[in-house]
């Protein structure tokens, strides 16, 4: 028979959900519940954990939407997001943002704590939560051309300097 912890922090997550303002969506809610536990953790998997920095919401990553066989790099590409790093975790069944928060906790504590993650997403549909946990691609990545051209103009440089 197993047994779920009591998630010591629900009294201060309902209290961050009371504060938040009334057009405050669900998806939100939840984003926010994430980056209040990366704040202040307490414990992961029965451990005591070490604080994250909080996660900028990015409207890109919650208009990510997964269901089965999406592959999520293409998924984030779709949604015009470059990503050097992504996670994203899918629960269903819990009703609201802290029943969601709950779940994820208890069974994903560790990737919600994962310190180089710097940005977050949540979509729901219905009782399906979905967060996508990102670190986007640096910007010097992005200021490079793509590899077809450099490669085109490397071979003019060299085909210029041999004639």
Same mark, same amino acid.
């Given at each position: 028979?197993? +047994?779920?912890?009591?998630?010591?922090?629900?009294?201060?997550?309902?209290?961050?959900?009371?504060?938040?303002? /009334?057009? &405050?969506? #669900?998806?939100?809610?939840?984003?926010?519940? /994430?980056?209040?536990?990366?704040?202040? #953790?307490?414990? %992961?998997?029965?451990?005591?954990?070490?604080?994250? #920095?909080?996660?900028? +919401?990015?409207?890109?990553?919650?208009?990510?939407? !997964?269901?089965?066989?999406? *592959?999520?790099?293409?998924? !984030?590409?779709?949604?015009?997001?470059?990503?050097? !790093?992504?996670?994203? *975790?899918?629960? +269903?069944?819990?009703?609201?943002? !802290?029943?969601?928060?709950? /779940?994820?906790?208890?069974?994903? %504590?560790?990737?919600?704590?994962?310190?180089?993650?710097?940005? *977050?997403?949540?979509?729901?549909?219905?009782?399906?939560?979905? *967060? /996508?946990?990102?670190?986007?691609? #640096?910007?010097?990545?992005?200021?490079?051309?793509?590899?077809?051209?450099? &490669?085109?103009?490397?071979?003019?440089?060299?085909?210029?300097?041999?004639?």
């Amino acid at each position: 028979m197993s +047994t779920i912890k009591p998630l010591l922090h629900l009294p201060l997550f309902a209290a961050l959900l009371a504060s938040t303002p /009334v057009h &405050a969506s #669900p998806e939100s809610d939840l984003s926010a519940l /994430v980056n209040s536990y990366r704040k202040a #953790p307490g414990e %992961c998997q029965g451990r005591p954990a070490r604080a994250a #920095p909080g996660l900028k +919401t990015e409207p890109a990553l919650s208009s990510v939407r !997964l269901g089965p066989g999406t *592959i999520l790099v293409a998924a !984030l590409d779709a949604a015009g997001y470059e990503a050097e !790093l992504v996670d994203a *975790i899918h629960v +269903t069944g819990p009703e609201d943002a !802290l029943a969601a928060f709950a /779940v994820l906790r208890e069974s994903h %504590c560790q990737t919600l704590l994962h310190a180089t993650y710097t940005a *977050i997403g949540a979509s729901r549909s219905g009782n399906a939560w979905t *967060i /996508v946990l990102a670190r986007p691609m #640096p910007d010097l990545f992005r200021l490079l051309p793509a590899w077809p051209e450099a &490669a085109q103009a490397v071979l003019a440089a060299t085909n210029a300097a041999r004639a």
